[in-house]
């Protein structure tokens, strides 16, 4: 074999061998024998740049090795005499049952996922709401039904097949009697991922079918849910109306947990049956004190940004049903809690804890109304305890 060779074979097995090639310049020779040693990284531009024998050299290469790549983009190239080579060499390859890949298909456009409707119920005093959560199937609509807790994570969930007329018909009834709020499905699903985070923070086992609902919605249990904004100018006003939220049928059943009610109402009641001669006035702002005491004591910065998720949650249901002025309120609220501002200390927080002084008061005066036979002057009605449910169903709290 004569190292003056420029058929392909002979001169890609000089190249291999290291053998002098003067009849190229050193540069090129030195890239061909780079380039037929890893024809798999070779790109076309850098074997046009060889001379037309070194080129086929490297094309031989590609062949003897497999490739196809290197020969399929030679095989457009503006060198004519390369691209008929590089056209050959395809060839000699499909011969050998080695054939170019497909080019990538793109993917068939996904059918629009149907938008459909969710629905987020009041929170109620303990913390816990409800989510109905929908997804179409085939014939229907699938319909999960959730109780989550903010403390917990979901306690319950129910799977039920219905027709689309069916969940119209639930959600007007909720909408007609003011069970919830219409919300978006990547907000209810991203809900369902917040509170699964809390089973696995709480170890609050997983109900069933809760593991099939995360996968179904797209959703990961969310183990730092995103941050309320950070407060705003006017909020330090909102904070000294916040009192105002309790006067809502909503807000008005919320109290704080028995325990601290209890503790509340052993001081308030020590205070009535103090020795000490104090005038009414004294007794009521004693009284008034160890509510804001309580109430400061049991809103740690835990307790804060709970509740303040509870009032950014009840916000959108104030303005679905009207009340800007409330969810300003409730929004407010939220964010000052939330990001920890202690001064002027919320309203809404005070009123939680002085609700229980007023309630027992007026259960105290019903008392005395009851053994007189006379009636109590406004005395406020039995709170109602019956477990409310929507249609399907669905747990009200």
Known sequence: MSPASTEPRPLLDALR???????????????????AGDVAAASAPSVEALPEPLAGAVLEAAVLAGHVALPEALSASTVKPLAK??????????????????????????????????????????????L??????????????VIVSDEQGVLELTRSEVSRGELRRILKHAQDNRFGVQVSREEGAALLAEAAALNLRTRTPFPPDLEAALRHHGVQPIHAPAPLPAPEPEDARRVLEGDQLHATPEIAEWMPPDAEVRRL???????????????????????????????????????????????????????????????????????????????PFSRFAETLFAKVVVLAAAGAQAQAAAATGAPAAGAPPDAATSERRGPGGLILP
């Open 17 to 35: 061998a290291g053998t002098v090639l003067p009849a190229f310049p050193d540069a090129a020779v030195e890239q061909a024998r780079r380039l």
């Open 85 to 130: 080579a590089a056209k050959k060499a395809l060839y000699r390859l499909r011969s050998r049952g080695v054939t170019p890949p497909e080019p990538p298909r793109e993917p068939a456009p996904s059918p629009a996922q149907e938008a459909l409707p969710t629905l987020m119920t009041l929170v109620s005093s303990t913390g816990q709401s409800g």
């Open 132 to 145: 109905l959560l929908t997804r179409a199937v085939r014939g229907g609509v699938e319909l999960l039904q």
């Open 265 to 343: 109402m052993e001081q308030v009641q020590a205070l009535a049956s103090s020795p000490l001669a104090l005038s009414a006035t004294q007794r009521q702002e004693q009284a008034r004190q160890k509510v804001l005491d309580a109430a400061r004591a049991y809103f740690t910065p835990e307790v804060r940004q709970r509740y303040a998720r509870r009032l950014w949650r009840m916000a959108p249901f104030f303005e679905d049903t009207g009340r800007a002025l409330q969810a300003d309120m409730a929004r407010g609220e939220a964010r000052r809690l939330f990001h920890g501002l202690e001064e």
